[in-house]
C-alpha cells in the first residue's frame, strides 16, 4: 500500500483575500484552482473554511460536540494521496483509527476520508485527481464535461487523457 504525501492545507476564511496575499505578497504561483481549494506550486494550499466545514459533515472535528459550530475556527491538516483507498481504509480500521469520516466522494467528484493522527491533527488521503478525471472519461463526459465536474483546468484533463492513449 502506497501513499504520497502531498501537502499541508489551511482554512481561511476569505479564499480571494487568501489567494492574492499569497501570490501578490509571498509571490507563490498557484498550480490548481478549485475554487474553494487552491493549490500552490510550492507545495502548501488553502481552503474556503465554510466550505471546508461543509466537507467535514457532522463529525467532532466540526463542533467538538457542540451545537453551535465556531465559524472562526480554524482547520489544519495534512494531505495524501492513495490509489489504494480502500486498502488504506482497511488497515486504518484495522489500527482501530479514530475517523472523521470514512471514503467518500466529494462534490468534485474525488474519493477522500479524513482521520486523525495520534495527537488529534486531522489527515486526509484522496485519491489522485487523475482517477477522478479518468472515471468521468469513463462514463462519456466531455473534456470540457470533465474540467467543469472535477474543478480541474481543461489543460488538466487533455493532459490525463493523452498519458491514456
Known sequence: ??????????????????????????????????GANVAFKDGFAIHDAE??????GDSPANDNGNKNVNVDKKFMELYFESEEMDSVQEKLESLNCRFVHRIRVQPWGQRVMRFYDPDGYIIEVGEPLEFVVRRFAAQGLSIGDISEKSSTPVEFVKIVLEQDK
Not at 1 to 29: A, G, H, W
Not at 51 to 56: S, V
Open 51 to 56: 466550505h471546508y466545514k461543509e466537507l467535514l
Open 1 to 34: 500500500m502506497k501513499i504520497k504525501y502531498i501537502c499541508p492545507l489551511i482554512t481561511v476564511r476569505d479564499i480571494d483575500k487568501s489567494r492574492k496575499f499569497y501570490e501578490d505578497v509571498l509571490k507563490q504561483e498557484v498550480e490548481m484552482d478549485h
